[in-house]
């Protein structure tokens, strides 16, 4: 049994040491929210922040997350107010298909907490997260937009 900081919330899980974070996530928790894209650590859809670090969880053993904090896209939003990168991302209207948005959204909040002022250059280098449908213009936006908020 181990106990896992979700979103400030404890969550006592009884699987394997081994178990990558976001199947615990998905199956045990059941905030579905995170994404499985690619299995590999590549495409991060299946971001979320371990201890503030964004972390791409199908490559994460569930061990690794003991005792450490946890936030998913559905800890984001704080006393029902959207976190500013969300809102920037539906002001921006940067979903298309959504499944990889979660993930943008979480390394956005990342980068956001690192450098609050990101230049282009910044948030291509930074965001490494593939959008199949292609929305990374309107993903710089709402970051540019995020920041200023």
Request: proline letters at 3%.
């Amino acid at each position: 049994m181990m106990i896992l900081n979700i979103n400030g919330k404890d969550h006592d899980v009884d699987v394997d040491p081994d178990t990558p974070l976001l199947w615990v996530l998905r199956e045990n928790v059941g905030l579905t929210g995170t994404k499985y894209g690619c299995g590999i650590a590549q495409c991060g859809a299946c971001t979320v922040h371990v201890d503030g670090v964004a972390t791409r969880s199908c490559s994460f053993t569930v061990s690794g997350a003991v005792g450490t904090k946890v936030v998913t896209i559905e800890g984001l939003a704080q006393n029902g107010a959207l976190h500013k990168v969300q809102q920037a991302w539906i002001d921006n209207d940067v979903p298309q298909c959504g499944y990889c948005q979660s993930g943008q959204i979480m390394a956005a909040v990342e980068l956001l907490n690192n450098n609050p002022k990101p230049t282009d250059a910044d948030i291509d280098q930074q965001m490494t997260n593939i959008c199949r449908c292609g929305t990374f213009q309107q993903i710089r936006a709402a970051i540019h937009a995020a920041a200023k908020a």
